[in-house]
């Protein structure tokens, strides 16, 4: 007799910087999603596959559901939000070292609407003693009826194999939606712009991180001895200032973010590569639609 094969949707939902990203790279086995330690670094639905012998998993990784404060905050929050009815089963994730917050409270809030199975996933247990597990656990089994409470550290792997487990359970039987040796439904070009965007969050501090997009203007394969691949980008930032700043002293700041990002492109792509950074002033671009349409932040996406 056969085994049913299962498959499914989930959805990785919970405030901003809670280790969704980390999550998602681990179950998919290497880097679709940027991290960082800056909170709402996700801004797209990134969708990573897990395919195994008998299920296929496909993780939606959301921005970090807060307060927007602009038109690229609101497309976030309604591309997280919107995911929880279109899913077989939704993972709420905790940051259980800072526990429970207002910012949990206007999940739960939402979450209550949704028919679909509800995880609760406490994460960083590796930060926290054990006691302090328990009383989280009791803090939240109570405000809403989750399917199963399942504590994991997200970044050194401990309980995420059983956490796997554990979510087939919930999947129906289903097709296998994509090829088994995909790991996620973006285009290249989405996660080279993703990979350099990152090198930006991580060298730049203050208003910069989140000030700014990356635009592909051209990935080429030159055919020749060396057999590179030409990548040309834009970082668009939102004042002179900040162009500055991006750029560093002669050059310097870019040349890092040039450098940082070549090699994760490498990796990727499977192939040497020549990247050249130019940087753009677009005033106050969050908050004007036909700019996050064209820096790919449509209205059409929720």
Same mark, same amino acid.
């Given at each position: 007799?056969?085994?049913?094969?299962?498959?499914?949707?989930?959805?990785?939902?919970?405030?901003?910087?809670?280790?969704?990203?980390?999550?998602?790279?681990?179950?998919?086995?290497?880097?679709?999603?940027?991290?960082?330690?800056?909170?709402?670094?996700?801004?797209?639905?990134?969708?990573?596959?897990?395919?195994?012998?008998?299920?296929?998993?496909?993780?939606?990784?959301?921005?970090?559901?807060?307060?927007?404060?602009?038109?690229?905050?609101?497309?976030?929050?309604?591309?997280?939000?919107?995911?929880?009815?279109?899913?077989?089963?939704?993972?709420?994730?905790?940051?259980?070292?800072?526990?429970?917050?207002?910012?949990?409270?206007?999940?739960?809030?939402?979450?209550?609407?949704?028919?679909?199975?509800?995880?609760?996933?406490?994460?960083?247990?590796?930060?926290?003693?054990?006691?302090?597990?328990?009383?989280?656990?009791?803090?939240?089994?109570?405000?809403?009826?989750?399917?199963?409470?399942?504590?994991?550290?997200?970044?050194?792997?401990?309980?995420?194999?059983?956490?796997?487990?554990?979510?087939?359970?919930?999947?129906?039987? /289903?097709? *296998?939606?994509?090829?088994?040796? +995909? %790991?996620?439904?973006?285009?290249? &070009?989405? #996660?080279?712009?993703? $990979?350099?965007?990152?090198?930006?969050?991580?060298?730049?501090?203050?208003?910069?991180?989140?000030?700014?997009?990356?635009?592909?203007?051209?990935?080429?394969?030159?055919?020749?001895?060396?057999?590179?691949?030409?990548?040309?980008?834009?970082?668009?930032?939102?004042?002179?200032?900040?162009?500055?700043?991006?750029? /560093?002293? *002669?050059?310097?700041?870019?040349? +890092? %973010?040039?450098?940082?990002?070549? &090699?994760? #492109?490498?990796?990727? $792509?499977?192939?040497?590569?020549?990247?050249?950074?130019?940087?753009?002033?677009?005033?106050?671009?969050?908050?004007?639609?036909?700019?996050?349409?064209?820096?790919?932040?449509?209205?059409?996406?929720?």
């Amino acid at each position: 007799m056969v085994e049913e094969f299962r498959s499914g949707f989930i959805s990785i939902i919970g405030r901003p910087n809670v280790g969704k990203s980390t999550l998602l790279n681990r179950f998919v086995g290497q880097k679709i999603a940027i991290m960082s330690d800056k909170p709402q670094t996700t801004r797209n639905r990134i969708q990573g596959v897990l395919s195994q012998d008998d299920a296929q998993f496909i993780f939606i990784d959301t921005p970090g559901i807060h307060k927007p404060k602009h038109k690229l905050g609101d497309f976030m929050v309604k591309t997280a939000e919107n995911t929880m009815n279109e899913v077989d089963a939704v993972m709420f994730m905790v940051n259980a070292e800072e526990g429970y917050g207002r910012g949990d409270q206007f999940i739960l809030e939402r979450l209550q609407k949704v028919n679909n199975p509800v995880f609760l996933v406490l994460n960083k247990i590796d930060k926290i003693h054990p006691d302090k597990l328990f009383e989280l656990i009791e803090q939240y089994k109570d405000k809403l009826d989750f399917a199963e409470i399942v504590p994991i550290s997200a970044l050194e792997g401990n309980n995420t194999a059983h956490l796997l487990d554990t979510l087939k359970g919930y999947l129906p039987e /289903g097709p *296998q939606y994509y090829p088994e040796d +995909q %790991v996620t439904d973006h285009p290249e &070009r989405f #996660i080279v712009s993703e $990979l350099i965007r990152e090198k930006v969050l991580h060298l730049t501090r203050e208003e910069i991180p989140h000030s700014i997009a990356v635009v592909i203007e051209a990935i080429e394969n030159r055919h020749s001895t060396t057999e590179k691949v030409f990548i040309q980008a834009t970082i668009v930032t939102e004042r002179k200032s900040q162009k500055g700043i991006i750029i /560093g002293k *002669q050059g310097s700041m870019l040349k +890092q %973010v040039g450098k940082l990002a070549r &090699r994760d #492109i490498e990796m990727l $792509l499977g192939s040497k590569v020549f990247l050249e950074l130019w940087v753009k002033v677009q005033p106050d671009w969050r908050n004007k639609q036909a700019q996050l349409n064209d820096y790919g932040f449509s209205r059409d996406e929720y």
